[in-house]
T-cell receptor
């Protein structure tokens, strides 16, 4: 079964410092990995994806993620955090087991609250 | 345009009511999804439509009834819901590389 683990419920970072939000995955087959951000009372916003190719993926709002096959990790990073980055972050993997006509669902990690302190 | 729209934004209904949630996208995506999200939890997949046909039903109770009238629209019909069904209901559509684009959601409260 596909699964995603986000080991930290909450990450606290001072504004201007680099941030990392951790994600590890377990899949059968090639992983399709995604990061989403959710602000209070809002839907999920797509940040970035890894399908194939370069292990360092760049996304929206200055975020990037590093795919590490040997460690089965896909950590989200940003060089300099902003207070406005404070939100709930979800890592997700394509769920091959829900596959139907090529319209696979996503399996999400439990989410990590990122708090950027001024 | 990478927008998925959902109406209404908020919905309060009694356990005997019948209501519908609506979702629309104009990105030409051929797969659309309904997810349920409880507070501070990840979204859980409910239904998947691919080319306007229901392809995945994640064992959702029959009081939830999805409908896909055309490739741009997705409905979720609600009937005889329970208070535990109160949640944020999210619609999404799938892009070219399996990324899903989510709408803002409908906040449902069942009294």
């Amino acid at each position: 079964a596909q699964s995603v683990a986000q080991p930290e419920d909450q990450v606290n970072v001072a504004e201007g410092n680099p941030l990392t939000v951790k994600c590890t995955y377990s899949v059968s087959g090639n992983p399709y990995l995604f990061w989403y951000v959710q602000y209070p009372n809002r839907g999920l916003q797509f940040l970035l994806k890894y399908i194939t190719g370069d292990n360092l993926v760049k996304g929206s709002y200055g975020f990037e993620a590093e795919f590490n096959k040997s460690q089965t990790s896909f950590h989200l990073k940003k060089p300099s955090a902003l207070v406005s980055d404070s939100a709930l972050y979800f890592c997700a993997v394509r769920d091959y087991e829900s596959s139907g006509g090529g319209a696979d669902g996503l399996t999400f990690g439990k989410g990590t609250h990122l708090i950027i302190q001024p | 345009d990478t927008e998925v729209t959902q109406t209404p934004k908020h919905l309060v209904m009694g356990m005997t009511n019948k209501k519908s949630l609506k979702c629309e996208q104009h990105m030409g995506h051929r797969a659309m999804y309904w997810y349920k999200q409880k507070a501070k939890k990840p979204p859980e997949l409910m239904f998947v439509y691919s080319y306007e046909k229901l392809s995945i039903n994640e064992s959702v109770p029959s009081r939830f009834s999805p409908e896909c009238p055309n490739s741009s629209l997705l409905n979720l019909h609600l009937h005889a819901l329970q208070p535990e069904d109160s949640a944020l209901y999210l619609c999404a559509s799938k892009g070219s590389y399996n990324e899903q684009f989510f709408g803002p959601g409908t906040r449902l409260t069942v009294l």
